[in-house]
């Protein structure tokens, strides 16, 4: 009566933007080791995802050597990414890089980006950390 027979346990796969993607984000965030240099920032990104003016909020957020990524936005931002669901589905998958949709205006980016200069490093290492996520994210 062991284990023979039975069906495998399947991991969920969160769905792009809904609330386990964004804790599946922030489990993937704590694993980082935040250089002391980097100080405190909060990168807010709203998704438009529908023409009626619907949005998800999540922000990433960096202080005292860790990384956080919540749902929502109470905390003031240093800089905000304004995009749609598309470029940013394309971002997430890796297709396309945040610069290149700011570049060619399918990204908005509110607040004075000297609070990412210096922080190129840190923020790639998020993206890296992201990848276990986009392995398993479902987009609609």
Do not use: N
């Amino acid at each position: 009566m062991g284990g023979a027979g039975r069906a495998p346990r399947v991991q969920p796969v969160p769905e792009f933007l809904s609330p386990e993607w964004i804790a599946a984000l922030d489990a993937a965030a704590a694993t980082l080791a935040v250089p002391d240099d980097v100080g405190d920032l909060t990168i807010e990104q709203v998704v438009r995802t529908g023409p009626a003016g619907d949005e998800v909020r999540y922000q990433v957020r960096f202080a005292e050597g860790r990384v956080r990524v919540v749902a929502g936005g109470e905390t003031e931002p240093d800089v905000r990414v304004l995009v749609d669901v598309e470029t940013a589905a394309a971002i997430h998958r890796g297709e396309l890089s945040a610069q290149r949709a700011l570049v060619a205006g399918r990204a908005k980016l509110q607040g004075p980006v000297q609070h990412l200069r210096g922080r190129e490093a840190v923020l790639r290492g998020l993206d890296d950390a992201f990848a276990s996520v986009r392995a398993t994210t479902t987009y609609l």
